[in-house]
């Protein structure tokens, strides 16, 4: 019949047109050997163009600018198309769906859990040729200036000697805030210890009425991490097994869950000026007289009277510890990664480049001007790094900046990082989410922990 | 007098619904006037003590907001104009012709409502990636060009012109693309201006497919453009200089909507057998 | 009358139907034949085989169920409340004679608020401490309610559905204020196309008020109100911003560990995660399509019943 032929022909048209699409557009990248390569791009000076991708906040993109375009006329041949994607998990998704479609950039930050299925399906490149390198790569005494923390981390994703990532400076850590003036009218220091914590939040409690200690939950896990790490539970092996149901950690669940009935510990989301997962607003209000806290979020913590909120200093210190002998505490920050959709010329630039966002000189504006962690010796002790570190109360936001960054470094020493294993997102909501119910929803600690460790989805 | 009254109740009841639902408009608005300090301020205050006009000055400043405003603008009219033309054919294909698997075709295209957007995206990009269309206006535009709530929409209108005056048209020995053009066109004006307008509404506020596919700032259109363009370090947002942002993108939105209001809401003034 | 067959149909349906093949129809069988796959892996697409394991285990799944709970709430009591105040709204608009258009644009507005200013302000009024609704509560003397609260809700059932029902009370009020904006510029247009022709001539026969409305205005309205029934409950189930921006990415108060107000879409977004782990994307698109079917199961019902009466002449 008539119409039937025609509905054939219609819909041919349309599959013709659906299957034209189909064919793939794999280009082939021409490589040479490392060393053709580096003698290409460094001594011929061959044009190369590179593409980076960040995520970083508006506020801070004109800094790494700068530093990108101090990098292209160090290196003229060498042209960087750099641009800025959004927070770091639509820049994941992002990623992901351009190693698909075959159209990644040479360079972007990424952040842990990504690394292991990157690693696994050959979207990226181990580093370690580069960074051996005779004549481009890193010295022993410049490979042992890197902070131990960092640079192991980014030779942990891989099997043993390869490096698949690369320090960015974008690096923090979560610091204990605290009620400078309170505490040093009742002469107190800082506490050091959890017990030195509960005992002072049971004096608070007791004196004023309101609790003395919150911990922010913004990163999900963080709270229980640290603390049952503190406890002695291994957490993820560092054979990537995850290990959180065990004594140790039910004992740091415990310990909070029991301070925080009796009122001396709280949480963001119970103290009226805060709610949500941040405790700097209650903290203004002298809702809470400590919390932990990200470093780079200090200028949030500092209370403005024209703002309505009350009038103390603020001080900034290390987190307390469970052990001092045995003390813990996490590191948090991106790290460069170079996808493998390049030419070995594209790469040699990349690797240029990201080395020349590690050093000192080049950093320290930025370090200063965003309260980001450095992670080279020699950036600590540039003397204008040095300067900011003396920063006093009258030199305005920077010196909060500065008392956040001493107490973070004061840390580094026994700073860990994430071990990077796959689903670690996932895990991360589940823990946060255990832990919240656990201490505001009432739920029964032990079959509560056992559950989330079981659930494995 | 009883006419009177009742109309006096009905202006009061649409004053307390419509004040109910500016509330969030209206703190939008507000708090694009506060500094910094106010809007950040718990518990919130309403008002600002002295509105602060420079936030909209600072906002244009900081955030390309030009190229944003132009790349939504010519996505804009690019999708109002193909998709109008789509919408218009087909339905009044489904209203106003007979064919075979008409229903079948029909509730295929009301099918492409039904399904996520979020499903969609991944498919999509992988096909603009592979057609190299990435960073293109071309992949801005198509995948909005086809709107089925628009082509249902006007189909339940066009269904609406009395049957009297297609058999008219066939004595008068006009064909199909005739008719359309000069008797349900006219009619359904109003209809086809509301989804001039809902298209329009759409782009506008659509995040995130050009977010995927626009990795260059020059062609970011306002929704992803401005989604990072206020936030600091640690992901905090300045929300007075977000809302002023905000407020201006909505002004366009607010003035076309004035304009097209008369066409909209006019109704079927003409509605007789001559024509 | 003669059965017309107007093939030249297709032309005029070949944009449509050739950008629907692309965009929807090519992704739509990808994501079914991604629904299969158990283990997916999608940055090297391999998988371990084809099964229905991904069906299985969300079939399995109590969140999934809260999930439809959920979507069925805002489906199927929060439409219809808005789309009766919608069409109140619109008629008493229609009557007025003065200031029609603007009121036009004040109800349109929320069309154009930013969704994370509306969020943000309805969190704010709904606040327990500094809330306008609490404010309001007390002033008429009645103690605040914690409205979005997650105190003690693991703990007891009983405190945990009292959680959970103020938390629909507050979705409710949002998804009120969300829908009226559309439906009411909706049904205007729809009120338009009725022609005035008709009201004349009822009203020289003497008919009253109430009768106009019940023959005349409710027929002739009939085509937009079957349109706006059948996308609204579309639009509903597709909810997904709108519970984010109230409840955050938990999709309930802090306390709850069972992601109380997650709707389906809230689901599959959930298993996509960072689409990196094995099985996230085929599941995703499992429950995809579980949804797609639901819709237009439930479409194909609405069509069916309510068909009969849509009067288009």
């Known amino acids: 019949m008539n119409f039937t032929k025609r509905i054939v022909v219609l819909l041919l048209i349309v599959a013709i047109g659906v299957l034209g699409f189909c064919g793939g557009t794999g280009e082939q990248k021409q490589t040479s050997t490392l060393d053709g390569a580096i003698k290409k791009v460094v001594d011929d000076k061959v044009p190369v163009e590179i593409s980076f991708w960040t995520g970083t906040g508006a506020a801070n993109y004109p800094y790494l600018e700068k530093m990108v375009n101090n990098f292209m006329m160090a290196y003229p041949n060498i042209k960087v198309d750099f641009s800025n994607q959004g927070a770091i998990n639509d820049l994941t998704v992002k990623l992901t769906q351009n190693i698909v479609s075959k159209t990644t950039p040479t360079i972007s930050n990424i952040n842990a859990p990504t690394f292991p299925e990157y690693i696994a399906s050959g979207a990226i490149i181990d580093l370690a040729p580069y960074l051996n390198d005779s004549r481009i790569g890193l010295s022993a005494t410049q490979q042992a200036d890197i902070f131990p923390n960092y640079f192991e981390e980014v030779k942990s994703f891989g099997p043993a000697g390869t490096m698949y990532g690369w320090p960015t400076n974008k690096k923090t850590t979560d610091v204990l805030v605290y009620n400078k003036t309170f505490f040093d009218a009742h002469g107190w220091d800082a506490p050091k210890t959890w017990t030195e914590v509960a005992a002072y939040s049971k004096l608070i409690k007791e004196e004023t009425g309101k609790p003395g200690f919150s911990y922010d939950i913004s990163y999900g896990e963080g709270a229980f991490k640290t603390m049952s790490s503190q406890w002695g539970s291994p957490y993820i092996t560092a054979d990537g097994v995850i290990d959180i149901n065990n004594p140790q950690g039910l004992d740091a669940l415990l310990f909070y869950k029991e301070n925080l009935d009796k009122g001396y510990f709280t949480l963001p989301p119970l103290m009226p000026s805060a709610g949500g997962n941040y405790s700097n607003a209650g903290f203004v209000m002298e809702e809470c007289y400590m919390f932990i806290g990200p470093a780079a979020g200090i200028q949030y913590s500092v209370p403005f009277v024209e703002r309505g909120h009350k009038d103390f200093e603020v001080g900034v210190a290390a987190l307390p510890q469970k052990d001092l002998t045995k003390a813990v505490t996490f590191g948090k920050g991106e790290n460069y990664a170079v996808f493998s959709n390049s030419t070995t010329e594209q790469r040699v630039a990349a690797w240029l480049l990201i080395t020349y966002l590690t050093e000192a000189e080049n950093n320290i504006e930025w370090l200063i001007k965003t309260g980001n962690l450095p992670i080279s010796s020699s950036q600590v002790n540039n003397p204008e790094y040095q300067a900011f570190l003396s920063s006093t109360p009258k030199d305005g936001n920077v010196y909060n900046f500065a008392i956040s960054v001493n107490a973070a470094l004061e840390m580094m020493d026994y700073m860990r990082y994430d071990i990077a294993i796959d689903n670690a997102d996932k895990l991360a909501e589940k823990v946060g989410s255990m832990f919240r119910t656990v201490l505001i929803g009432g739920a029964d600690p032990a079959t509560t922990l056992a559950a989330t460790a079981g659930s494995r989805k | ?275 | 009358m003669v059965k017309r067959r107007d093939y030249h149909a297709y032309i005029y349906l070949l944009p449509a139907l050739f950008l629907m093949g692309v965009f929807v129809l090519y992704p739509v069988m990808n994501t079914i034949l991604t629904s299969f796959k158990e283990g997916y892996r999608f940055l090297t697409g391999s998988f371990l085989l084809f099964s229905f394991e991904n069906y299985r285990m969300i079939l399995l799944d109590k969140i999934f169920y809260r999930a439809i709970i959920n979507t069925s709430f805002i489906a199927f009591v929060c439409v219809p409340f808005s789309m009766l105040s919608a069409l109140v709204t619109a008629l008493l608009l229609n009557s007025i004679k003065r200031l029609k258009g603007f009121f036009m644009t004040l109800f349109y507005l929320p069309q154009v608020t930013n969704v994370i200013a509306a969020g943000m302000v309805f969190a704010l009024i709904f606040n327990n401490h500094f809330g306008l609704i609490n404010m309001l509560l007390v002033k008429v003397g009645i103690n605040p309610v914690a409205w979005i609260s997650g105190v003690g809700i693991a703990a007891s059932t009983e405190l945990y559905m009292a959680s959970y029902l103020r938390c629909l009370f507050v979705l409710f009020v949002y998804m009120m204020w969300n829908g009226l904006s559309l439906k009411v510029i909706l049904f205007l247009g729809g009120l338009q196309n009725i022609r005035e022709d008709y009201y004349l001539a009822a009203r020289l026969d003497g008919t009253s008020k109430w009768k106009i409305f019940r023959k005349i205005t409710v027929p002739l309205l009939s085509p937009t109100t079957f349109y706006v029934f059948i996308t609204s409950v579309i639009t509903a189930f597709k909810a997904y911003s709108q519970v984010v921006a109230l409840f955050t990415t938990t999709y309930g108060p802090a306390g709850d560990n069972s992601k109380m107000m997650i709707t389906v879409v809230g689901y599959i977004i959930d298993a996509l995660g960072s689409y990196l782990s094995a099985g996230a994307v085929s599941v995703a698109s499992a429950a995809a399509v579980l949804l797609m079917i639901s819709i237009m199961f439930l479409t194909a019902v609405q069509f069916k019943i309510l068909n009969r009466w849509v009067h288009y002449k």
Request: charged residues 10%; hydrophobic residues 55%.
């Open chain 2, 1 to 275: 007098m009883k006419e009177r009254q009742l109309h006096t109740i009905f202006y009061v009841i649409l004053v307390l619904t419509a004040l109910l639902v500016l509330i969030p408009f209206a703190w939008m608005l507000l708090t694009a006037l506060k500094s910094e300090g106010e809007a950040l301020m718990v518990p919130p205050i309403l008002f600002p003590k002295r509105p602060m006009v420079s936030n909209f000055i600072l906002a244009l400043e900081i955030a390309p907001f030009l190229s944003y405003l132009s790349n939504t603008v010519i996505v804009a009219i690019l999708v109002v104009l193909g998709s109008t033309t789509v919408t218009v054919l087909a339905s009044y294909a489904f209203a106003w012709m007979d064919f075979p698997i008409k229903n079948i075709l029909f509730f295929m295209i009301l099918g492409s409502m039904m399904i996520p957007q979020e499903m969609l995206i991944i498919t999509n990009f992988m096909t603009i990636a592979r057609l190299g269309w990435m960073n293109s206006y071309k992949a801005l535009v198509l995948p909005y060009v086809i709107h089925a709530f628009n082509i249902f929409l006007l189909r339940q209108t066009m269904l609406q012109v009395p049957n009297d005056l297609f058999i008219a048209s066939r004595i008068d020995g006009l064909g199909h693309f005739r008719f359309l053009r000069k008797v349900v066109l006219p009619i359904c004006k109003s209809t086809l201006y509301t989804t001039m307008l809902l298209s329009l509404i759409w782009i506008w506020n659509t995040f995130a497919w050009p977010n995927l596919v626009t990795t260059k700032d020059s062609l970011r259109m306002i929704s992803n453009g401005l989604s990072n363009a206020f936030t600091v370090n640690t992901g905090s947002i300045r929300y007075e200089l977000q809302m002023s942002a905000t407020t201006l993108v909505t002004i366009p939105l607010i003035l076309i909507f004035i304009a097209l209001r008369k066409h909209i809401f006019e109704g079927m003034k003409r509605g007789g057998i001559k024509g």
